[in-house]
């Protein structure tokens, strides 16, 4: 299994911007594609952006659209998202994890806070 630990939350005013970061254990994270994850408080989680392995497809929930950016860097084992424009209700527990079959595979970790509040 490949582990990720997420990075670069924070309090932030609406507007600003965040860049999370996903840092996975192992070598072979180049073979498995990846999604974030978030969770606000009393809601389920939520799928908000997917990328492949290869890193040549993305796609974004509705909910981000042409507001998050995913990418990754397999040189580093690092997959980020690019937060802009942030609203509110993108106020939650950020998560990545490995997605095989289009479902998590990994176990989850601590995830990041972000807080977009004025």
């Known amino acids: 299994q490949v582990q990720f630990v997420e990075s670069g939350g924070g309090l932030v005013q609406p507007g600003g911007s965040l860049r999370l970061s996903c840092a996975a254990s192992?070598?072979?994270?180049?073979?498995?594609?990846v999604g974030w994850y978030r969770q606000a408080p009393g809601k389920a989680r939520e799928l908000v952006a997917t990328?492949?392995?290869?890193?040549?497809?993305?796609n974004n929930a509705d909910s981000v659209k042409d507001r998050f950016t995913i990418s990754r860097d397999n040189t580093r084992n690092t997959v980020y998202l690019q937060m802009n424009s942030l609203k509110p209700e993108d106020t939650a527990v950020y998560f990545c994890?490995?997605?095989?079959?289009?479902?998590?595979?990994?176990?989850w970790g601590q995830g990041t806070q972000v807080t977009v509040s004025s």
């Open positions: 994890n490995s997605l095989v079959g289009n479902r998590p595979a990994g176990s």
């Open positions: 192992s070598r072979i994270f180049s073979l498995y594609a």
């Open positions: 990328i492949s392995g290869s890193g040549a497809s993305t």
